[in-house]
């Protein structure tokens, strides 16, 4: 395991005062290792989860040549260019219940979708397109080629092909691959647990009476809504008082109890407060001023397993003193030390912690798909940092798509948060954007997810 400063020794241009966005993915992603368990579940509790292991197909699927449409199957050599063809139908093939008899020249067996093809034919004629005169069904002329509207044993997969790969988080079409294989469970790696909590005096719980100078804490739930879709498993170990003994005691359950520990607040320099120097006692912990906006301060490393403190009695938070005095050995987990401001700490966890938890899934995050849109407006941009603003994309009758700035772009307004449907991507080189400019949108919503 790497310390965070032999990290920071291999990173090109590592500067802590001013790191630029993709030097922060580059640390995190030496700083980070997937879990090591493994267990299997049942298909119905896998979706979201990444698989262990490689699903090589026990079968073909489908396991038979079949028909893609209700019709008539016969033997398409009989076509002939510029003619008509007139079969007898002697029989009927459904779904589930093969037509076993032999067929002969001028004859065809109606065919409903998804039954065995009978042996010998390899064409089908769409009910639509036939006229039934008594017995007999007529196929015009020039309709079809020999081979239409059947679909091969294995076109999906083939018995023996790999279906998919170990590392692939399991979405739902995945799930119904896997089940289209017979397959009622899978192999995943354990779920990730990881605690949270938000720190700062001025940070009310809900519940609480409001009191001058302080807000209620909402970065709490947009970590918990973030980590819900990731489907990790959380520990909420709620608002922390800005008292090393509290702090302690928050870190060091946090790290006995998960993988990963999400701490809101108490990052940036100017602090007054211990949430950064309890970072730096119990843990191996790297402060940074990210060059991007919002979202610029930021910590992360390890923590938990640091030297224990010793505190002043007295006015010592009774449950935090009884963690502290069970003496359990200190264990490291994995710490994101994201900014106070709400928004910030929405972009941060989408840009940073998210890939970084997802390998710590098991799992190798690509890069978001970024939508382009052109730009309804100037947009003032600086190069040298990145920037995500809140956007609106708007469709329009001919498909195009636009996206403007939307509402108030502070790092603490998340009213305009919930009014966006996605975050204007402005790399660090970018500079001003004019009208009509093609940007890159990072959306909230995908079409499946
Ligand atoms: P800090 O990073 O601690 O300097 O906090 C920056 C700003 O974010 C301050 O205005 C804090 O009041 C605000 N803030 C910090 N934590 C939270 C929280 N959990 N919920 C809402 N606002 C917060
Ligand atoms: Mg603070």
Not at 99 to 110: D, F, H, L, Y
Request: charged share 20%.
């Amino acid at each position: 395991m790497k310390s965070t400063a032999e990290i920071a020794a291999q990173l090109d241009g590592y500067d802590p005062q001013a790191l630029p966005a993709h030097a922060v993915n580059a640390f995190l992603e030496r700083l980070v290792e997937p879990v090591t368990e493994v267990e299997r579940v049942p298909l119905f509790e896998a979706l979201g989860r990444v698989l262990a292991e490689d699903i090589v197909s026990p079968i073909s699927v489908p396991p038979h040549d079949n028909s893609a449409m209700d019709g008539f199957a016969f033997d398409g050599t009989q076509l002939v260019p510029g003619l008509p063809l007139m079969l007898k139908v002697i029989g009927t093939a459904l779904a589930g219940a093969a037509w076993r008899g032999s067929v002969q020249a001028g004859e065809c067996v109606k065919i409903m979708t998804g039954a065995v093809m009978p042996a010998g034919l390899d064409t089908v004629v769409p009910q639509e397109f036939t006229q039934l005169e008594g017995d007999r069904v007529r196929i015009p002329a020039d309709l079809l080629r020999p081979g239409d509207n059947r679909r091969f044993a294995g076109e999906d997969l083939m018995a023996g092909q790999p279906a998919l790969r170990r590392g692939e988080r399991l979405g739902p079409a995945a799930l119904g691959l896997v089940a289209s294989l017979g397959l009622a469970d899978v192999a995943v790696w354990r779920r990730l647990r990881v605690a949270y909590f938000s720190t700062g005096d001025e940070i009310l719980s809900l519940g609480e009476a409001p009191r001058e100078g302080a807000v209620y804490d909402s970065n709490r739930y947009t970590v918990f809504g973030l980590l819900t879709r990731l489907g990790c498993q959380m520990v909420d170990l709620g608002v922390v008082r800005d008292d090393p003994v509290a702090l302690e005691a928050a870190f060091r359950s946090a790290a006995e109890r998960a993988d990963a520990v999400i701490t809101s607040g108490g990052v940036s320099v100017g602090e007054a407060d211990h949430t950064r120097a309890m970072m730096k006692q119990l843990g191996d912990v790297a402060f940074w001023r990210i060059a991007m906006r919002p979202g610029r301060p930021m910590a992360a490393g390890r923590i938990g397993a640091g030297e224990l403190v010793q505190h002043d009695a007295g006015t010592l938070p009774e449950s935090a003193v009884r963690y502290l005095q069970a003496g359990k050995p200190p264990t490291n987990a994995v710490l994101f030390g994201l900014p106070g401001n709400p928004v910030a700490v929405m972009v941060n966890f989408l840009a940073f912690v998210r890939p970084a938890l997802l390998r710590m899934m098991g799992a190798d995050p690509q890069p978001p798909l970024l939508l382009r849109a052109t730009s309804e407006e100037a947009l003032r941009k600086k190069p040298g940092r990145t920037e995500y603003q809140r956007g609106l994309v708007t469709r329009h009758v001919d498909g195009s798509l636009s996206v403007r700035a939307i509402g108030n772009q502070g790092s603490g307004v998340l009213s305009s948060m919930v009014q966006a449907n996605g975050l204007i991507v402005l790399d660090h080189e970018q500079g001003p954007v004019a009208i009509g400019d093609p940007l890159s949108v990072m959306m909230f919503e995908g079409a499946v997810g």
